[in-house]
């Protein structure tokens, strides 16, 4: 883990350029509209860069007397550092929340000037602002502290944004990773539990019920840890039934999920109710980062309809063996004969990878069950499922002979264990494809 993080800062620290645009000038005058905002490591830089820009602005047009608060598993950008610390120089009050592994195993400069700064400029002012760390989950007794939301009391004109995704607020959430994130703006009521969630992660003490849930006007906003609540992922896929949908072509229920990673036992779990609705009959697509070999031979067996389509979704550019992008978002969109409705429209997105890990981890889920919404993340997955670009193919590099031969092949497990679908190893020296990954 600790040689892993170190690869992110050097990544951060050494390719990618500084944000120097106008989203990094203040005051602003920004005003964050509600609904689904989508970047992409590839193309222009406000494609790249689109959920940063949108941090960056909110922050940048939070007036004297306002509220910051942001839950992220990684901060490291010198560029949120500035705007964080110039906002608190306004008089608004700053606080952020971050996992201590990414500060106790390397030095995060960025988060430790914003610490210092913040409890500095605190000693000339009566709100206090600070940056925190929790060892593990802040909410629990074990996992980590992974979920990814942004709060702001008044931006520009508009009051109560929250904000809710895959992104954390690095640099390498622009440059290396597909990301998402969903605007609420001007509701009271969800602006309240994500603060209250907030406040109690901010103590770093385990909850007796961390779980927490809300209902809101067509959609659910969940908090992880787990505890002892069933879990949210697998009670969608329970409403599900494959036939008899209204709004699809083929009267099939249209499953795509991209969720990043699928492993251990809360993996397995979700795979197998998967695997059961494509025998059932449902049309499904899956995009991935990280798969466990076991669920990988469950999810692509030849036996009853047949290996339910997959795609590996990450790159590697300069052919070293080792992954530079990835699919970063833990979303899916389901379209047909859903919790009771034939013609049910939900999408599914927030922080949490279809892993063990997750469970027993600080984690922000959203649950719409809006048409729009929905449909917006339709197309943005069916694109990307189906015009994603394959990797160079990988030479022999630096004496290290790596076996790639075929790009876009389906490649299960990570590390030295990593091994195409047929079982032939991914590296012959044991290059390890996922050393620019972390588990975020």
Same mark, same amino acid.
């Given at each position: ?62 007036p004297r007397g306002s509220e910051i608060k942001i839950f992220t598993w990684n901060f490291l950008t ?16 700053? *606080? ?6 990414? +500060? /106790? #195993? ?9 610490? =210092? ?112 609540? *069933? ?6 896929? +329970? /409403? #599900? ?9 083929? =009267? ?16 397995m779990a979700l795979a197998r109710k998967v695997r059961r609705l494509w025998n059932r009959g449902c ?158």
């Open positions: 883990m600790a040689r892993l993080l170190a690869l992110i800062v050097a990544i951060t620290a050494f390719t990618v350029p500084t944000f120097d645009t106008a989203a990094n000038a203040a005051p602003d005058h920004y005003n964050p509209r509600p609904g689904v905002t989508f970047n992409s490591p590839l193309g222009s830089e406000g494609t790249k860069r689109a959920i940063f820009h949108k941090i960056m602005r909110s922050i940048n047009s939070s010198r560029d949120g550092t500035d705007a964080l610390l110039r906002a608190q120089r306004r008089g608004v009050e700053v *606080r952020l929340i971050m996992a201590s592994s990414n +500060n /106790r #195993v390397f030095v995060n400069r960025p988060f430790r000037r914003l610490r =210092h700064g913040l409890r500095v400029g605190n000693r000339h002012r009566h709100r206090t602002s600070w940056a925190r760390t929790c060892r593990g989950s802040c909410r629990g007794s074990g996992g980590v502290a992974h979920s990814k939301f942004f709060l702001f009391s008044h931006v520009g004109h508009v009051r109560r944004v929250v904000i809710q995704g895959s992104a954390n607020f690095t640099l390498a959430s622009t440059n290396n990773q597909w990301n998402d994130a969903v605007t609420e703006t001007r509701n009271i009521h969800v602006w309240r539990f994500a603060s209250h969630i907030f406040r109690q992660a901010s103590h770093d003490k385990p909850l007796r019920h961390p779980f927490a849930s809300r209902s809101f006007r067509r959609y659910r906003l969940m908090m992880f840890p787990e505890g002892q609540a *069933r879990d949210p992922v697998r009670h969608l896929l +329970n /409403r #599900v039934r494959c036939h008899g949908a209204t709004n699809t072509p083929s =009267h099939r229920t249209r499953i795509l999920i991209t969720p990043d990673v699928i492993r251990r036992g809360r993996g049309t499904i697509r899956i995009g991935y980062t990280v798969v466990g070999i076991d669920i990988a031979h469950l999810l692509r067996n030849p036996a009853g309809r047949g290996p339910v389509p997959m795609k590996h979704l990450v790159q590697d550019f300069n052919g070293d063996g080792e992954f530079d992008n990835y699919f970063h978002l833990k979303a899916m969109t389901i379209v047909g004969n859903v919790g009771g409705n034939r013609s049910g429209y939900v999408v599914l997105n927030g922080s949490a990878n279809w892993s063990g890990l997750a469970g027993a981890s600080d984690e922000n889920l959203g649950i719409y069950w809006k048409k729009h919404l929905t449909l917006r993340y339709q197309q943005h997955l069916d694109y990307w499922l189906t015009h994603f670009p394959a990797s160079k193919t990988v030479q022999t590099t630096s004496g290290r002979a790596v076996v790639n031969s075929e790009p876009g092949q389906l490649l299960f497990g990570t590390g030295k264990h990593a091994v195409y679908e047929d079982g032939t190893p991914y590296s012959t020296t044991g290059v390890n494809p996922y050393a620019h990954v972390s588990m975020d």
